[in-house]
C-alpha cells in the first residue's frame, strides 16, 4: 500500500500530533561541520518549529538516535580524518575522535530533549517482515521497522528518505520525489 506524503512547506500541525523524525531530518538540524550545506536544511528546521510551536510531540526511536550518531561521525572522519586515518576504526580509536565524539554527545542530547521515545518493545515489531523485506532488496531494514512503528504507534514520518513510498502510513516530507510517487 502506498504511503500518503504531505508537504511540510505547508503543512500545519496539530497539538495531539506524534511525529517519528527520521535520521536525515536530525542530520539537517543537526549536522556535522564538514557536511555541506544542504537546502532541505532551511526547509526541515522550518517544519521542526512548526511542530515544536503547535506543541506536536517529535518522537524518537533509539535505532534512529544510533544511525545519526554512526552518520554524524562517519561525515567527519570523510571530510577531515579519512587521509590520516584510513580505516574508520583507527579513527575511533584515536584523541582526534574525542572531540568529534562529544559534539555529537552535545547534539544527541538537544535531540533527546525535544523528544518523546516510542515505547514499542522490540519483540512486538515484525522483525520477519522487515527481514522479508530487507532480501526482497526493496527496503532498508531499520526502515522497514520504522514504518511497522508508525503503524503500531499511529505515528507520521517526518523524512526526506524518498525510499519512503511503500508501506500505508502517513509522511511529512519535502522530498519532491516522494511528493510526487504519494499523493
Known amino acids: ?38 537546502r532541505f536544511a532551511t526547509q526541515y528546521s522550518t517544519a521542526f518549529s512548526s511542530l515544536i510551536s503547535a ?7 533509539p535505532m534512529v538516535l544510533s544511525e545519526y550518531l554512526n552518520r554524524y561521525i562517519r561525515i567527519e572522519w570523510e571530510g ?3 587521509s590520516q586515518y584510513t580505516k574508520f576504526k583507527d579513527f575511533r580509536n584515536s584523541s582526534d575522535f574525542s572531540a568529534i565524539a562529544s559534539a555529537t554527545e552535545t547534539f544527541a542530547k ?16 515484525d522483525l520477519n517482515q522487515a527481514l522479508s523485506a530487507f532480501s526482497a532488496g526493496g527496503e532498508d531494514f531499520n526502515d522497514a521497522l520504522l514504518v511497522d512503528i508508525c503503524k503500531k504507534r499511529n505515528l507520521k514520518l517526518m523524512t526526506n528518505d524518498g525510499d519512503f513510498q ?18
Request: proline fraction near 9%.
Open 1 to 38: 500500500m502506498k504511503n500518503k506524503a504531505y508537504d511540510l512547506s505547508s503543512y500545519s500541525f496539530s497539538s495531539d500530533e506524534q511525529v517519528l523524525v527520521d535520521t536525515n531530518i536530525w542530520l539537517y538540524l543537526f549536522p556535522a561541520p564538514t557536511d555541506p550545506s544542504n
Open 55 to 61: 506543541k506536536a510531540q517529535p518522537v524518537l526511536d
Open 80 to 82: 577531515n580524518y579519512k
Open 110 to 125: 538537544r535531540i533527546l530533549s525535544f523528544c518523546q521515545i516510542h515505547s514499542i518493545p522490540a519483540n512486538e515489531l
Open 166 to 183: 511503500d508501506g500505508g502510513i502517513e509522511v511529512l516530507t519535502t522530498n519532491p520525489r516522494l511528493l510526487r510517487a504519494c499523493p
